[in-house]
C-alpha cells in the first residue's frame, strides 16, 4: 500500500476474522440495519449506512483496549490508541475465525501512525477496522467481481494521515487467479497517442465525406459492391465523430444522461463498423467463390437491415435492461515507476460493465476479424491459383507486382483486419500495438479512401481500355 495512507481504505479481499464481545448498542445497530438492507435488497443509501456505522465505532464508549462486534456478515474492531502506541499486527489467525470467511489476511499498523497527531494534539485516538462478508454494499457495473466477496475497511478517527516512512501493510492470501483489466497506457505516451488519435480521426472523417460525396456524383456507376463500400464508409464516419466527441462529453460538467447516449451511439458505430466489415467479406467470398452469379433479389436492403440493424437491436436492448452499462469510463494509465494513476481528463463515454465489453466489444471484434482474415487468406489463395492458370504472360511484370501488391493491400484494408491488433495488448507487444493499432484504424477511413480511390482509376481505364479496343475493331472493318 502506498505510504500516503488514505482516511478510509477499502480493499477487496479474501479473508477471515475471529471475536466478538462486548457490545456497544448503538453499532451493533448498524450492524444489524445493514443486514437488513442486504437481506431484503431494499434501495437504501449505502453509503449514508457505512458513514452512520463509522460515527458509531468512534463515538462508542467500552471498557478496556478494545471492542470487538459481530453480526453474521459483518465484524468490527475499534481500538483506543495513545501517544505511546508501538504499532499493532492484526492476524486472522489468532482471531476466532468467522464462518463466511475462507482464507486468511494480516494487516500490520506501525508505530508512527499516531506521531504526527500526537506532537499537535495528544489525546486518545480510535482506530477501527470494519470487515463485510457480504458484497452487496460495494458491487456495481465498474466492480462486478470482488474476490471471496471480502471487503476490508480501516479508518484513524477523523484523521488524515501521510508522510509515512513505514507504510501500512495489509496482506491476504488466496487460491484464485486475478483478471487483470487491459494494460494501462503508459503516461508519456497518453500525448502522442492523442494527437495521433486526433489527427487520423479528423482525416478519417474527411476522407469518408468525400468518398460519399464522389459516390452520390458518379451514381450511374454504383452497384451492389459499391453500396456496401458506402455503408462502411458511413459506419466509419458515425464511428470517428462518436469518438471524437466522447472525451468532451465525458467531463464532469456534462449530464450524464449526454454521456450515456453517446456511450451507446460510440459502442453501435463501433458494432455497425465490424458487421459491415464483416459483410465486406462475405460479399468477397461471393464474388469469388460462385462459379455462377447468383441473383439475391433485395440483396444490399438485406445486408443493410443485417449491417444496421443487428448493431441498433443489440445496443436498444443493453439500454432496456440496464442502461448503466454505458456512462464514464476512465482510462488507466500508468506513470514511469508502472503504477496505475489517476490521469487528469482521461474519461470517455464509452462502456462501463466489464461483461458487455468483453461479449460485446472484444468477442465481436474478434469474431470478425477471425472470419476476415480466413477470407483474406482465402481470397489470396483463389487469386494466386487464377493468376498462375493464364495462359498469356504478361509483358511488364513489374506493373503486374504492382497491382497485386496494390490488391493484397486494399484487401486487407476493406476487411478491417488490423482490429485484430486489439488483441495483443500485453507484454513486449504493448508499446508497437499501441502505435499501430492507433496509426492503422484511426486513419482506416482515410486507407478507405485510398482504396476507392485506386479502384475507381482501375475501373476507368478498363473502360479506357475497351472503348479503345472497340475503336480499333471498327476501324480494322
Not at 486489439?422 to 478507405?448: D, K
Request: with cysteine.
Amino acid at each position: 500500500m502506498d505510504s500516503h495512507a488514505a482516511l478510509f481504505l477499502c480493499l477487496c479481499l479474501v479473508t477471515s476474522q475471529g471475536g466478538t464481545a462486548e457490545a456497544s448498542h448503538e453499532p451493533l445497530r448498524w450492524m444489524e440495519e445493514m443486514e437488513t438492507v442486504s437481506r431484503e435488497r431494499s434501495l437504501t443509501s449505502f453509503a449514508d449506512l457505512i458513514h452512520g456505522l463509522e460515527g458509531a465505532l468512534l463515538n462508542a464508549s467500552f471498557q478496556g483496549y478494545n471492542l470487538t462486534l459481530q453480526t453474521s456478515t459483518i465484524q468490527t474492531l475499534a481500538f483506543k490508541l495513545g501517544c505511546d502506541f508501538a504499532g499493532l499486527s492484526l492476524d486472522s489467525e489468532a482471531l476466532r475465525p468467522v464462518p463466511q470467511a475462507q482464507a486468511r489476511h494480516a494487516m500490520q499498523f506501525p508505530a508512527e501512525l499516531t506521531r504526527e497527531t500526537c506532537s499537535t494534539d495528544p489525546g486518545e485516538l480510535r482506530l477501527i477496522c470494519i470487515y463485510f462478508f457480504n458484497d452487496y454494499f460495494f458491487k456495481n457495473d465498474m466492480n462486478s467481481f470482488l474476490l471471496n466477496n471480502y471487503v476490508l475497511g480501516a479508518q484513524l478517527g477523523d484523521r488524515h494521515v501521510n508522510n509515512l516512512t513505514e507504510p501500512i501493510n495489509i496482506s491476504f492470501w488466496h487460491n484464485e487467479s486475478l483478471q487483470i483489466s487491459p494494460a494501462p497506457i503508459p503516461a508519456e505516451l497518453l500525448a502522442p497517442l492523442t494527437y495521433i488519435s486526433l489527427v487520423g480521426c479528423s482525416i478519417s472523417i474527411m476522407a469518408s465525406l468525400l468518398t460519399i460525396l464522389l459516390h452520390f456524383y458518379a451514381r450511374k456507376q454504383s452497384d451492389s459492391i459499391t453500396h456496401i463500400h458506402m455503408n462502411l464508409h458511413a459506419s466509419v464516419l458515425l464511428l470517428n465523430v462518436s469518438f471524437l466527441l466522447s472525451p468532451t462529453l465525458a467531463m464532469s460538467s456534462v449530464p450524464d444522461s449526454a454521456c450515456t447516449a453517446l456511450a451507446a451511439m460510440l459502442h453501435y458505430a463501433l458494432l455497425s463498423c465490424l458487421t459491415w466489415m464483416a459483410i465486406e467479406g462475405f460479399n468477397l467470398y461471393l464474388l469469388l467463390g460462385r462459379v455462377y452469379n447468383t441473383y439475391i433479389r433485395r440483396y444490399v436492403l438485406k445486408l443493410c437491415a443485417v449491417g444496421w440493424g443487428v448493431p441498433a437491436c443489440l445496443v436498444l436492448l443493453l439500454l432496456a435492461i440496464k442502461s448503466s452499462v454505458y456512462g464514464r469510463r476512465a482510462i488507466s494509465v500508468s506513470n514511469s515507476q508502472g503504477n496505475a494513476t489517476g490521469f487528469q481528463n482521461t474519461s470517455i463515454c464509452w462502456v462501463q460493465n466489464p461483461v458487455v465489453h468483453s461479449i460485446l466489444v472484444m468477442g465481436y471484434g474478434g469474431l470478425t476479424s477471425l472470419f476476415n482474415l480466413v477470407v483474406l487468406a482465402w481470397a489470396l489463395r483463389v487469386l494466386h491459383r487464377l493468376k498462375a492458370q493464364e495462359k498469356v504472360q504478361e509483358k511488364a511484370p513489374g506493373a503486374r507486382a504492382c497491382r497485386d501488391t496494390v490488391t493484397v493491400l486494399g484487401l486487407t484494408v476493406l476487411l478491417g483486419t488490423t482490429w485484430a491488433l486489439a488483441f495483443f495488448s500485453f507484454g513486449v507487444f504493448l508499446l508497437p500495438q499501441l502505435f499501430l493499432f492507433t496509426i492503422f484504424n484511426s486513419f482506416y477511413g482515410f486507407f478507405l479512401f485510398l482504396w476507392f480511390c485506386s479502384q475507381r482509376c482501375h475501373a476507368e481505364a478498363e473502360a479506357e481500355a475497351e472503348m479503345e479496343a472497340f475503336s480499333s475493331s471498327q476501324t480494322t472493318q
